[in-house]
């Protein structure tokens, strides 16, 4: 695989994880684009439902014109599907492309498993908004996936029960304790929303909004921020809430939290775009009565939000036509006709601008068809998506969370102690696989 001269940020800072040598920068080369003298077949792996039906435009369309098949191969999602793709590579036998959320990029790249495709797919950047696209590239010129779906956060809410106790929708942090503290008067039986600590990406994506910066790199070496100023405010201020009671400790996605929110004992979830999937499910008695607006922010002035959820198109440092799968990896995520078959067959909120507003896009989910501009509210809040950065060991952080904060949730304890740990941990293993990290 030829060497490309890209900026190196990553290549030199990354060490693999298998073995703690240089990452090598790889990059497609010219023999797998414009010389192919026969058909190419490439194997897709994703977790993405409805996938076959969408690649299936491709085969039949664009693919066919260009002689490229694509095969989907499901798979399952998370941390099982980064541990089957990085064995695959170290055999040599990844497939083409693989679906890879944006947490995981740093791991794939530190591995040597996804290529820059940058000569490929560089001008598909105007197509998404700056910090979704920042999140494939990792803060280098190099580019190592599409942006495929994204989660901007926002909040939801109960328009009934909030006209029926007079309160206002926050919209900064500080508004957002009044409310809480407001309903408990009236109310002292109901609670505002609850801190859950069984899903990582929700206080990742908080952190995220409020300006962290979890890992980054210094010289040749990694720094990790978790237990940064930013991080503190938010795990402070959650901690407090929970500890005088003026929000609920208890985790989401549990019978317990879809009564609360179907009963309307909890009367609010800070969540993101996808939001109305789950509540169709969790509280089904209460549709219609929801509304979702703009994130809380620290300041007045402040626009800006955190992402929960979203992943990327990759291509492999295995395949044998790089070009050819940046290709597809590029019409999957711009092509008018794809996005809106995502949006049909998979349920995906699009990272594209431009599909935000378009096809599926055109009118509100069915469960907020009270609030006719729910995704031209959508689309404006997801161009404010912060920039995010993700080091090679999220899946230490997110499990030192749900260890960590789950405990101090639970007990009411100090959550800048939970926060301490999660930094700890997430540095010891960082050395532990040979990373250098800068203190």
Known sequence: MPNTKRT?????????????????????????????????????????????????????????????????????????????????HKAGQAPDLVQAEYQALPTLVSNDAVADIAGEVGDAKDKFADGVWQQTTLGTDAVYAVPQDIGPMMFYYREDLFKQYGLKVPATWEEFAETARALKKKAPDKDLTTFSANDSGLFAGLAQ??????????????????????????????????????????????????????????????SAVWAPGTLTTAAPDTKGKWAMAPLPQWSDSANVTGSWGGSSTAVTTDSDHKAAAAKFAAWLNTDGDALNALAKESGIYPASTSAQLSGAFTTPPDYFSNQVDFYKTAAEIAETTAPSAWGPNVNVAYTTFKDAFGEAAKNKSDFAAALKTMQDDTVADLKKQGFEVSE
């Open 8 to 88: 190196r940020l990553v290549a030199s800072t990354i060490a693999v994880a298998l073995g703690a040598t240089a990452l090598a920068a790889c990059g497609s080369s010219d023999s797998d684009s414009e010389a192919e003298s026969g058909p190419v077949s490439l194997t897709y792996w994703t977790w993405t439902p409805g996938m076959d039906k969408v690649v299936d435009l491709w085969n039949k369309g664009p693919g066919k014109k260009d002689r490229i098949t694509v095969t989907v191969k499901k798979q399952a999602s998370g941390d099982t599907l980064v541990t089957k793709i990085l064995t695959a």
């Open 209 to 270: 909004q409020a300006g962290a910066k979890w890992w980054t790199t210094s010289g040749e070496k990694w720094k990790v921020g978790i237990d940064d100023a930013a991080s503190q405010k938010v795990a402070k201020f959650w901690g407090d809430l929970v500890k005088e009671g003026a929000v609920d400790n208890q985790p989401m996605y549990t019978p317990a939290w879809n009564k609360a929110l179907n009963t309307g004992k909890q009367i609010a979830w800070v």
